[in-house]
Structures are given as C-alpha cells and as structure tokens.
C-alpha cells in the first residue's frame, strides 16, 4: 500500500511538472537560449581580451624603441607598423591599456623637457592627463617612476603642493636607498623654494635616519682631496637657519 502510494506521489509529481513545462515552454525556450548566449557572450570576450592583450604587450615595445631615439612623436602617434601610445591607451580593458597610459605621460613629459612657452604647457598638461590615468601597481619600479614622473609635471604646471605629496608617494613605493632618497630630495627642494623651511627639514630629515647608506648621507671630497660633510647636512643646515 505504501509502495502504491508512494508512486502515486511520483506519477503526481512528474504530471505536474509536465504542465509546469507546457504551460511555461515559451519562457523557458528564451532563458535557455539567453543563458546560452551569455555564457557564449562570457568565453567569446575571454578569449578576445587575452588575445587584445597579447597583441597590445607586443605593440608596447615597437614603442619603447621610439621613447629611446626620443622620436616621442611617433612613440604617441605611432606609424605604419605602431598604433602608438594613445590609441592603445584608448582601450581600457587590458593591462597593456594601462602601461600604454604610462608610457604615453612618460612620452609627452619628456617631449616638454625640449620644448617652451605654449608647446610646453601643453604636454605638461598631457603628460599629467596620462600619468594620473594610469592605475597604480605594486611594484617598486614602474610605480614609482610613474609618480615621480607625474610629481614633475605637477611642478612645472606650478602645482607645487601636490608636486611634494606626489614625490613623497614615489619615494614611499620606491622603498630603497638608491631611489626614495632622489624622490625625498627633490620633494624637500620644491619646499625650499616655497620658503617651507620647517617641512623641508622634515623630509631631509628622513632621508638621513632612514637611508643612511644612500649617496646624501655619505661624506664627499672636494677636488683637492678634503673631505667633506654629507650633501644631506647642508641641506638640513640651509633649512635651519
């Protein structure tokens, strides 16, 4: 009687899963088919991303070559063989986008070192644009070029203040006694020149007790043989009067 029952139950249930299917075949046909497409949609952008970013690694280094012949022209605008920096960093979805962002501001600051007036602004203005577009990584290289970089433009597009914050940033990502140092200098100078004596003491400061080995810190010798005081003490000392 039970096993009767018990079938009766299952006969039941099939029978009304059945109508469920019938009266709902309409609906349930669409989100077959939309699933389908989605999960088609999600492997299809997989494989293009990874193949949009293979292609763009390769196209970074073409442009590379120009950063080094300083044709910074071409290493943004490209030629026959390269897109060029800004049309790659146009394309958001790759990592290669992203360093096309630091290689386009590193391109465009470099290009106003040679240049003045109007031009010069002008890829100032660029090379800041590019440089705060690019997403910060971990790493102790690019990262804190990048910043020190932008730390540059900031200051000769006169914005001296985040000029200092961002130099600080660099020197803080850099985390070594051959680079911080140079960033914490140069951060303590533009300070100097804002009559922020107290702040810049500060930053010199830093560098003595915290990169005693770097190149500040070590005495020098003068052409006659003498040796001298460390470059830091002099600062600190220009800063304590």
Known sequence: MTNKKTQLEVNDALAQSEAFVIKYKKQLIIGVVVLTVVVAACVGGYFWLKSAEEKQQSQLTLGMAYISQQDYDKALKGDGKFPGYIKLASNHFTNASNLANFYAGISYARKAEGETGAAQKADVKNAIKYLEAYSLQGDHTITPAALATLANSYANDGQLDKAVETFKKAAD?????????????????????????????????????????????????????????????????????
């Open 173 to 241: 990502r850099a985390a070594n006694a051959a680079m911080s140092p140079e960033y914490l200098i140069q951060a303590g100078e533009l300070l100097m020149a804002q009559k922020k004596n107290a702040d810049a003491k500060e930053v010199f400061q830093q560098v003595k007790e915290t990169y005693p080995n770097s190149r500040y810190c070590q005495p020098g010798q003068a052409p006659n043989g003498t040796i001298t005081a460390p470059a830091i003490d002099a600062f600190i000392e220009a800063v304590s009067k």
